[in-house]
Structure formats: C-alpha cells, structure tokens
C-alpha cells in the first residue's frame, strides 16, 4: 500500500495562475481532507469530503476547489493564486463512517510559494 | 482562544529525561490524537485516544475527557525524537474533521 500520495512536493506559481494539488489513496478510505499548514500556525482545514460525490467546506476555502468523482481521488484547485495562498497543503484519510475515531493517514505534503 | 491548546511551545532536553506535552481542549471531541511531524514536513500519527491511556514503545499518551486534557509522555528520550507533536481533536460531528493545537517543538540534545 501506498497509503496517501501528493503531488506536487514543491511548486512555485505566479500571482494569478492555476494549479491542481493531487491526492490518491489507496486505502478505500471514505473520508478525505484537504489542509493547509502555515508558518507557527495549526493546520487548517480548506475542505473535505465524506464519500465520492460529497464535499464541503471547511474553516479556509475561499480560493480554493475540490471535487470527488472517485473514492480514490481528492484533488485540490488553486484558482488564481495569491500570496495568502503560499503554504504547506496536506492531505488525509480516514476509514469513515462506522469506524469513528480512526487513525487518521496524511499524504508527505505539497509545499507552495506564490510569487 | 484556541480551542485547542498545547504547551510548551518549545521544549529542549537532554538525552535521556523525561519529557511530558500537555493539550487542553475546549470542545467535545470524539477522539484525541497525537501526531508526529519531522523536519522535511510529513506527518505520522502516533495515537488515537477516546479514553484513557495508551503504550507504544517510549512513548505513553493519556487522556482525562472530564478535565479535557491530554499527555504526551516520551520515557529515555533520543536524539531521533526531536520533532513537533501536534495534538488534535476529531470533532464530535459525523465527518471527524480534526482540529488542530499548535504543536510543539522538542529538541534532544545529545
């Protein structure tokens, strides 16, 4: 198992541009979610979802879009990128629903600079 | 005020002691957890707690839900320990978003 992969690891974008952040498990895990870790800062949740089809925000999503057409798959878009937006995004997974309280898997995470 | 509070923020030891991290929390939780990040940024958990308390190794974590405070407890610490614990509560809602202390920095000291 791969568990949680991310990509990209580094990514430098202009003001302005686009970008997707993907995140594959391979887990079959339901829950899913999106965060982003600031400098001195707890991690913050961007958005998240709970099945394939099912998303919602969280604390941070101005900025930033998701979708879930596959368990597997939880990509994170960028829409024109702002300096706010320069951090160090992570990825998780949880088994969901029926198993509450579960050990909780992060993908290495995706370091962004807008400039 | 944080709804989720670690101290210390920064902790430096020598190899070999003891080291305790404490989290309160100020919301219902359904679970705690105890997460490790080293440098280079990835982020392992080490615990999942609902009660009470939990081994693995050197390292022991606790939970008292009625106080609303956990410990995370390192037994002969290494040089290899140095990292930030982060300590985060899964919320008591169905989608077990978690909610995140600040984390601490612990440094040993060979």
């Known amino acids: 198992n791969a568990g949680v992969t991310q990509t990209p690891k580094f990514r430098i974008l202009k003001i302005g541009q686009s970008m997707t952040l993907q995140c594959t498990q391979d887990?079959?895990?339901?829950?899913m979610y999106w965060y982003r870790q600031d400098p001195g800062m707890g991690l913050k949740l961007i958005y998240y979802?709970?099945?394939?089809?099912?998303?919602d925000k969280g604390e941070v999503p101005n900025g930033y879009n998701v979708s879930r057409s596959t368990t597997e798959d939880f990509p994170l878009r960028l829409e024109l990128a702002a300096p706010s937006q320069t951090s160090v995004y992570f990825c998780?997974?949880?088994?969901?629903?029926?198993?509450?309280?579960?050990?909780?898997?992060f993908g290495e995470g995706s370091w962004l600079t807008v400039v | 005020k944080n709804e989720v509070e670690q101290s210390p923020q920064n902790l430096t030891a020598q190899e070999g002691e003891f080291i305790t991290i404490n989290c309160s929390y100020s919301?219902?939780?359904?679970?705690l957890h105890w997460l490790q990040q080293h440098p280079g940024g990835g982020i392992v958990s080490l615990f999942m707690?609902?009660?009470g308390k939990k081994k693995h190794g050197r390292l022991i974590a606790t939970i008292n839900i009625q106080e609303k405070h956990s410990s995370l407890h390192i037994t002969a610490s290494h040089p290899r320990d140095s990292a930030v614990y982060i300590c985060?509560?899964?919320?008591?809602?169905?989608?077990?978003?978690?909610?995140f202390g600040q984390g601490t920095r612990l440094t040993i000291n060979p």
């Open positions: 998780a997974s949880i088994p969901g629903q029926g198993a509450w309280g579960n050990t909780i898997y």
């Open positions: 887990m079959n895990h339901n829950y």
């Open positions: 979802s709970v099945g394939a089809g099912i998303t």
């Open positions: 919301v219902g939780i359904s679970a």
């Open positions: 707690l609902s009660s």
């Open positions: 985060a509560v899964s919320d008591i809602q169905g989608a077990q978003k978690l909610v």
